[in-house]
């Protein structure tokens, strides 16, 4: 095994192979307190990538309530008890990764989901984690909560699907990092879905392959963002590309969320795989939850996203603004623009929404409107 640095996880780590970062590195964040939960993502994708036969049960994208959703069945829950407990020190994770914890003869800790798992793809919808007692329920802040978490491929940067692959079939685009599954070599041995721990490889039984998100490259080639992106009805999403903390570069909105302001964090960053979704917490959620699903750094970031000021706000509007990834960003004012890499304006957005007030009586078109005050 290869020493890799892993920086989510603030040290080195055994990986099976060396280190070697893509051109560029695909990256995305979700904001998890806009997501309504309305599928349009998982459709769109659904309708774009698996709609043929042996992929009915594929579901690239998922939106699932926590703490009770899982698709499959148990996918989180499952692996975090068989690697038994993780701490961290600080902003170094102390415990074992899924590499670290693999059994002798695998490349990666993980279990393979049955058939069954994949039965309820939308189990523990609004399910909220406890009760409120009698009378309780206007005196304290959600004491029962649940909030939607959308998932897709991390296309982490050492992906276990990668390293478990004993055909070499997977493999990480140099120019994106986006990480596919080469169906030419691949012989649906199914080692990924077992290593995968966020379990977003998925076995086609008619072709005897495996398939995964492919993060929409021929969209990404255009410099357009995937499709459950831009069909995105909350405006949750953000596509772009992610530097290593050190070459963090401000005016790239992927690196001021994630590296600069520190709101958007991996999912599940202890298991090691630095993956490249990265979400801004739920506000609303017991940090003792979100810091074992997102890591350290939970409070500061919920502070921060509570009281955004007109940077964070004006970046955080810029979401769903455009079809086309905003390489870089820049605020003037109360306007706030998505740019091209060379500069080029793509959007702007106004910090402030123009207020439009419709007269209850219309003298023009002689009509009392009733949905007026
Ligand atoms: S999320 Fe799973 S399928 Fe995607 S790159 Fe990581 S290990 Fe591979
Ligand atoms: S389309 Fe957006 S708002 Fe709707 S479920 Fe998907 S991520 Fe959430």
Redesign the pocket.
């Known amino acids: 095994m290869a020493r890799v640095n892993n920086w989510q996880i603030g040290r080195d780590m055994s990986y099976w192979y060396p280190e070697s970062r893509p051109k560029r590195q695909f990256a995305a964040i979700f904001d998890t307190n806009k997501c309504i939960a309305c599928q349009t993502c998982t459709l769109a994708c659904k309708t774009t990538w698996t709609s043929g036969v042996g992929q009915e049960y594929m579901l690239w994208n998922n939106v699932e309530t926590k703490p009770y959703g899982f698709y499959p069945l148990g996918w989180d829950v499952k692996l975090l008890a068989e690697l038994g407990a993780q701490q961290w020190k600080g902003d170094v994770y102390t415990g074992r990764t899924v590499f670290e914890a693999a059994r002798p003869g695998e490349r990666a800790l993980g279990w393979r989901p049955e058939e069954y798992d994949y039965a309820h793809p939308n189990v523990g919808e609004d399910d909220c984690a406890g009760s409120i007692e009698k009378g309780a329920a206007f005196v304290e802040q959600h004491m029962a909560w649940f909030f939607y978490l959308a998932r897709i491929?991390?296309?982490?940067t050492y992906?276990?699907?990668?390293a478990s692959c004993p055909r070499g079939s997977?493999y990480k685009r140099p120019e994106d990092g986006i990480?596919v599954v080469d169906q030419g070599r691949c012989r649906g041995y199914q080692e990924?879905v077992k290593?995968?721990?966020?379990k977003?490889?998925f076995f086609n039984p008619m072709t005897g392959t495996s398939e995964?998100?492919i993060a929409c490259f021929p969209k990404i080639e255009q410099e357009q963002q995937p499709q459950c992106f831009v069909n995105c009805i909350g405006k949750i999403r953000m596509a772009g590309f992610i530097s290593r903390p050190e070459d963090a570069n401000p005016d790239n909105p992927i690196d001021y969320l994630v590296h600069v302001r520190k709101i958007a964090k991996p999912l599940f960053p202890q298991l090691g795989?630095e993956?490249n979704v990265y979400y801004i917490p739920p506000i609303h959620v017991p940090t003792h939850f979100t810091r074992q699903m997102f890591g350290p750094g939970i409070e500061k970031a919920i502070a921060e996203y509570r009281n955004a000021d007109k940077d964070l706000a004006g970046l955080l509007a810029l979401f769903g603004s455009s079809e086309s990834i905003m390489h870089r960003w820049r605020r003037e004012g109360d306007v706030v623009m998505g740019l091209k890499e060379d500069g080029t304006e793509i959007v702007r957005v106004p910090l402030k929404e123009p207020v439009h007030e419709r007269v209850a009586y219309d003298a023009s078109l002689k009509v009392q409107r009733t949905n007026c005050p």
């Open positions: 491929c991390n296309h982490c992906p276990a699907c990668l997977i990480v990924c290593a995968c721990p966020y977003k490889v995964k998100c795989l993956p």
